[in-house]
């Protein structure tokens, strides 16, 4: 596993637009932990916000997360709690799920897909909108990013780290996942609509991608596994790893951990960006009242201090 024994400190990019400030991000590390601090401004030029299915404005953040210099995969999958999947090398965090449910509700167990069409969450060419609270975070590949990185070249890309410290590619990888000079390819997750016709008491109708459990993994149907990754090489691991990679198709960005995720990702209050499914206004997310959260919400565990900007 690569070690990188510095700091690295990536400030006063130019702004994405004149009204935003400056891209911060702070990266150390130590014996055990990296830690990303960054004030979630793209380095980028994001879409327009707000636009008329976002009504939010891009604002700074006080961002501080840890994740495991050495981690490790678990015994099994770790479930997803709605909390940020990962933070990008940008500082903007990877939040894939939608607060949005079926009958504005939770409890039904049917939740909208950002990308399966039913819902307009006014996403810009780089899969991102904002939140309530002015995070700008992505729902999928951050291509502004990417080609920022690559020059708009086939590159194996460094795109972040997720929440148990595995990190991040996409979308290309090598198509010999143990091999450093073998073609490269965009990666295919292994995921697929499911066929038929959802069950009593569900939104009904055929599956066709809109909510998230319209989907199934099906084993060796493309590159990645279960949770979007796979182990290789990558420019900064040459001697292997597991890598997540984020894709053109669901998952898009990971939906499960194969590592523990750090408590400092853990969700400080409700997810933003709750505008409803359709012909039910904006709205303001999981937490409004009247609606029970989703599981995984609670009182926030002890985390790092704001950082120092």
């Known amino acids: ?61 006080k961002y501080d997360y840890k994740v495991p210099l050495h981690p490790k995969v678990a015994e099994k999958p770790v479930a997803y709690r709605m909390q940020p999947f990962g933070i990008a090398v940008n500082g903007v965090v ?71 410290g595995f990190p991040i590619y996409g979308p290309w990888g090598y198509s010999e996942a143990k091999n450093a000079g073998s073609e490269l390819k965009k990666l295919a997750s292994s995921y697929a609509i499911k066929q038929g016709e959802r069950p009593a008491g569900s939104p009904g109708g055929k599956y066709d991608g809109a909510f998230v459990q319209d989907y ?8 990645l596994d279960a949770s979007n990754g796979r182990f290789g090489v990558t420019p900064e691991f040459t001697e292997g790893t597991y890598y997540y990679v984020l894709t053109a198709a669901y998952p898009f960005i990971p939906r499960q951990f194969v590592g523990t995720p750090d408590a400092s990702f853990e969700r400080r209050g409700p997810p933003g960006g709750g505008f409803g499914p ?15 959260p989703p599981p995984g919400f609670g009182p926030p565990p002890p985390g790092f201090p704001p950082p120092p900007f």
Request: net charge neutral; proline share 11%; charged share 15%.
């Open 278 to 292: 359709p012909g039910r206004g904006r709205r303001g997310g999981p937490g409004r009242p009247g609606f029970p």
């Open 94 to 164: 990877f939040d894939p799920f939608a607060a949005e449910w079926w009958q504005r509700n939770p409890a039904s167990g049917w939740q909208y897909e950002p990308h399966g069409g039913a819902i307009d969450l006014g996403l810009d060419s780089s899969n991102a909108h904002v939140q309530p609270n002015g995070a700008y975070h992505y729902h999928g590949i951050p291509n502004g990013m990417v080609q920022k990185i690559s020059g708009d070249k086939p590159q194996v890309v460094l795109v972040g780290w997720a929440a148990d």
């Open 1 to 61: 596993m690569l070690k990188v024994g510095c700091t690295v400190l990536v400030s006063a990019c130019l702004a994405a637009s004149s009204q935003l400030p400056p891209n911060v991000v702070k990266i150390t590390t130590d014996d055990n932990y990296r830690r990303i601090q960054a004030n979630g401004i793209p380095d980028h030029t994001p879409g327009q916000f707000p636009n008329a299915h976002n009504p939010n404005v891009i604002g700074p953040q």
């Open 216 to 223: 199934e993994y099906i084993e060796g149907k493309g590159d």
